[in-house]
């Protein structure tokens, strides 16, 4: 079964920087294109990063862009997000989550979600 | 930047029918997902493109989409389908949307 399991989180004051990972497993990781979208506690769902399967693709949300940085190691099946900057609104749950296809720039649906690990940004 | 608007909340009573809209320009040109979270869980995929069901989703479940809205209904609502529901479209500009969620009650 489709397996995604996230790590990393903690708190971190402003202005520092932390890693994401989200280990896959139960599926061609290769094969899908990865997002990030976090959920601030007791807000809505806000999308955040997208990555294409071979890499060649990679969107951002304007509220990270410049600070947020994703990739992935096809390799060791992982996904990552490099935040840098962080501000207190980017507390959040973070969760990793696979979309069941990405063809021609468009994507279509997030179709499995990891469990989350919250990020706390605090001075 | 692409809007999704939803009602922040709907209730509905057991066995009724609940019915969940989200709007935004020129919706019925995309195509829409809906998820559902459930209190301390993560989203899960209810509806994608616009009609379909995945595999362990209750037939209850349904969506349509045109014009400007695109809707989720659940036929028979039950307690179990109290949750939050968000839609999502992808914008050529704006990449993935959410709406902003919607709070089902059922009572």
């Not at chain 2, 995309?30 to 899960?44: D, H, I, L, N």
């Not at chain 2, 509806?47 to 379909?52: E, G, W």
Request: glycine share 10%; with cysteine.
């Amino acid at each position: 079964q489709v397996q995604l399991v996230e790590s990393g989180g903690g708190v971190v004051q402003p202005g520092r920087s932390l890693r994401l990972s989200c280990e896959a497993s139960g599926f061609s990781f290769y094969n899908y294109a990865m997002h990030w979208v976090r959920q601030a506690p007791g807000k809505g769902l806000e999308w955040v990063a997208v990555i294409w399967f071979d890499t060649n693709i990679i969107y951002y949300a304007d509220s990270v862009k410049g600070r947020f940085t994703i990739s992935r190691d096809n390799s060791k099946k992982t996904l990552y997000l490099q935040m840098n900057s962080l501000r207190v609104e980017d507390t959040a749950v973070y969760y990793c989550v696979r979309d069941w296809d990405c063809s021609d720039g468009v994507c279509s649906a997030l179709d499995y979600w990891g469990q989350g690990t919250l990020v706390t940004v605090s001075s | 930047s692409y809007d999704l608007t939803q009602p922040p909340s709907v209730s509905v009573s057991p066995g009724q029918t609940a019915s969940i809209s989200c709007s935004g320009d020129g919706l019925g040109d995309k195509y829409v997902c809906w998820y559902q979270q459930r209190p301390g869980q993560s989203p899960v995929l209810a509806i994608y493109q616009d009609t379909k069901r995945p595999s362990g989703i209750p037939e209850r479940f349904s969506g349509s989409n045109s014009g400007n809205t695109a809707t989720l209904t659940i036929s028979g609502t039950q307690a179990m389908d109290e949750a939050d529901y968000y839609c999502q479209a992808w914008d050529s500009n704006t990449y993935v949307v959410f709406g902003g969620g919607t709070k089902l009650t059922v009572l």
